[in-house]
């Protein structure tokens, strides 16, 4: 029998992440058309609203259903606008553990909302679900989620040589593919003490099994 995650809302002091749904579509689609985003995933570029709703409605839930992971929105919680997503996939249940990755709307940037959201996302998952390793894999030039993954502790593990493809703008406007070099990151459940302080001060998180 294949272990899943439960369908989750989990609260932080300013977030809601809870399952996506087709009213995140148009917001989806502008957040992964971010030049950004572009040039550190692999999503289609243009990425159109059928893109998105093909992410929402079969390709995120079956993430969850099959034992990869599970796609979480990020939404601010006083407006409810999509902030980003937070993926767990890559999961290894006899491990007890999974790969995060995490995108951030162009709006939302500067205010903290990767690492609030990596890192309620961590502690949900070694407090609630006994996970013991959490990973994440950074282009070496992506200096901004480098910096989330110092903020929530984690400890850099080395650096996969040639591991990843980013894209890069070239003279004319158009995206080349550009060939680079990966540093992965860990965390484990003591790698936590003291980092989630600001959490804690709140009442941590809640979370909600089976939300719907």
């Not at 259903?65 to 796609?71: E, Y």
């Not at 606008?81 to 767990?88: E, M, Y």
């Not at 680079?180 to 990151?185: L, M």
């Amino acid at each position: 029998m294949t272990s899943t995650f439960p369908n989750i809302s989990i609260s932080t002091e300013r977030l809601v992440l809870r399952p996506l749904d087709e009213d995140d579509v148009p917001a989806l689609a502008e957040m992964m058309n971010d030049e950004q985003v572009v040039a550190w995933t692999t999503v289609a570029h243009p990425y159109t609203e059928a893109d998105a709703r093909e992410w929402i409605t079969r390709l995120a839930p079956e993430e969850r259903t099959a034992g990869r992971g599970i796609v979480l929105a990020v939404t601010e919680f006083l407006t409810q606008r999509l902030v980003g997503i937070v993926h767990l996939r890559n999961t290894d249940w006899r491990v007890r553990s999974s790969e995060i990755a995490y995108v951030v709307a162009p709006w939302a940037r500067g205010e903290g909302y990767a690492s609030e959201a990596a890192l309620a996302t961590a502690q949900w998952l070694f407090h609630d679900r006994k996970f013991e390793r959490l990973e994440l894999r950074t282009a070496a030039d992506n200096t901004a989620s480098q910096q989330v993954a110092q903020k929530i502790g984690c400890i850099s593990e080395g650096v996969l040589r040639n591991a990843w493809i980013a894209r890069a703008r070239t003279g004319d406007g158009t995206w080349t593919e550009v060939r680079t070099d990966v540093i992965v990151w860990s965390l484990l459940p003591e790698d936590l003490a003291g980092v989630g302080e600001q959490l804690a001060d709140t009442g941590g998180f809640t979370s909600y099994s089976d939300w719907n």
